[in-house]
């Protein structure tokens, strides 16, 4: 997912939230010390974006593993054995 810095051009859109929200921003606002609601909404939407992204590998990995066939599975499972065996090797030396 591309990143937009603080030198890019920015797009102007208009949003509507509940005064609750809003109150909240405001409270988040004045802990960070910074006074743009802009930035603090932003990187809140980049934060959701990573989660959001990262929620989806983990259901495709698991979807993955679950379509395996059990001689699959334990073709995995020697994999992983020998693995940690040689992870195990080279971090005791």
Same mark, same amino acid.
């Given at each position: 997912m591309? +990143?937009? +810095?603080?030198? /890019?051009?920015?797009?102007?859109? +208009?949003?509507?939230?509940?005064p609750?929200?809003? +109150? $909240?921003? *405001?409270?988040l606002l *004045?802990? /960070?010390?910074?006074?743009?609601? /802009?930035?603090?909404?932003?990187?809140?939407?980049?934060?959701?974006?990573? @989660?959001?992204?990262?929620? $989806?590998? @983990?259901?495709?990995?698991?979807?993955?593993?679950? /379509?395996? %066939?059990k001689?699959?599975?334990?073709? *995995?499972?020697?994999?992983?054995?020998? %693995?940690?065996? %040689?992870?195990?090797?080279?971090?005791?030396?």
């Open positions: 591309p +990143t937009v +810095t603080d030198r /890019s051009p920015k797009l102007k859109i +208009t949003v509507t939230l509940s609750d929200v809003v +109150t $909240q921003l *405001d409270a *004045d802990l /960070s010390g910074n006074r743009s609601r /802009s930035l603090l909404v932003e990187e809140a939407l980049r934060r959701w974006f990573r @989660e959001h992204t990262r929620k $989806q590998i @983990e259901h495709r990995v698991e979807e993955y593993y679950r /379509s395996l %066939s001689v699959e599975r334990k073709e *995995d499972e020697a994999w992983s054995k020998t %693995s940690a065996r %040689s992870a195990k090797h080279l971090w005791d030396k």
